[in-house]
């Protein structure tokens, strides 16, 4: 069973959004080993200079790099600048990672800031769900959604229509 994981920059904050995120989590486990990797945001202040973003989202990028570099797994960095992908796409990719020999798929969320690019040139990806702008906390759950989806389509579940 391959393993899936969300890789993203600070906490749900209110509940709502964490149990969303619990539902689609307690769905999954039917399909793949799943799990969210919660690393710490860097606090900046509310009219940080452009170094100070830099090297926020670089200390961040230092948090994220033990899963980049794991044996085995294939990243996917999302990102206003990635390729939109359908549900269709989005399943027929974890498809074909499976077969490949992928054992693990991790996507990649950052702060506000974004990801630093030398996490979007570590992935193997970078895919966008929307060209619109979502607040971090609803795109994680919203990403969730689209993982069981994509499962739900390769199994041929009712969830999809």
Not at 93 to 99: A, E, H, K, N
Request: glycine letters at 4%; one cysteine or more; proline letters at 2%.
């Amino acid at each position: 069973m391959i393993r899936v994981n969300i890789i993203c920059v600070g906490r749900l904050k209110e509940s709502y959004w964490r149990e969303a995120v619990a539902e689609y989590a307690k769905r999954l486990g039917a399909y793949c080993n799943f799990s969210i990797i919660e690393l710490n945001e860097s606090r900046l202040n509310d009219n940080p200079s452009d170094k100070l973003i830099t090297l926020a989202l670089e200390k961040e990028a230092q948090a994220m790099e033990k899963y980049l570099r794991a044996k085995g797994s294939y990243n996917l960095a999302l990102c206003i600048e990635g390729k939109p992908i359908s549900s269709q796409q989005l399943s027929s990719r974890l498809d074909t990672l499976s077969v490949e020999g992928y054992s693990s798929v991790n996507f990649y969320i950052g702060s506000s800031y974004g990801l630093s690019d030398s996490v979007k040139r570590s992935c193997n990806a970078r895919i966008s769900m929307s060209p619109m702008t979502f607040p971090h906390q609803l795109a994680r759950v919203m990403l969730c959604e689209q993982i069981y989806r994509a499962f739900s389509i390769s199994a041929n579940g009712k969830y999809h229509k």
